[in-house]
């Protein structure tokens, strides 16, 4: 017959593993992500793995002050990416432009002085 603590060991073992392959992923993400509210999800997600982790390993080891630690790490990564919000808001929607080469440069600058010219008065 299967003991509560044999349960309670395989299922917090496995939790690890999922909970490491995720951290794994996540990190990833993290330094991959095309853009940046992707990275600022993807450490956001960071912080809910790592408070999972936390409290995996409390109830492995039977150690509760890890649960105070989960708990203060929730309320630090909330603080995170609040600010992280409001970083991504104050940029706005501003867009620096489009690289251009001195020849395309050039074209266009004659093209706008021969619309100029162009465009005389009438009487």
């Given at each position: ?20 392959l ?17 990275r ?9 793995i ?22 203060s ?51």
């Amino acid at each position: 017959m299967i003991t509560p603590a044999a349960i309670v060991a395989a299922a917090s073992s496995a939790a690890l593993i999922i909970l490491g392959l995720a951290l794994i992923l996540t990190v990833w993400r993290v330094v991959a992500g095309p853009t940046l509210p992707d990275r600022i999800l993807a450490l956001d997600m960071l912080t809910g793995i790592s408070i999972g982790l936390i409290a995996v390993i409390a109830v492995k080891t039977g150690f509760s002050l890890y649960i105070d630690i989960a708990i203060s790490l929730g309320l630090v990564g909330f603080l995170a990416t609040v600010a992280f919000a409001r970083f991504v808001l104050s940029r706005g929607n501003i867009k620096s432009p489009a690289p251009t080469s001195p020849a395309k440069a050039n074209s266009s600058a004659k093209a706008s002085a021969k619309k100029r010219h162009a465009g005389g008065k009438k009487r």
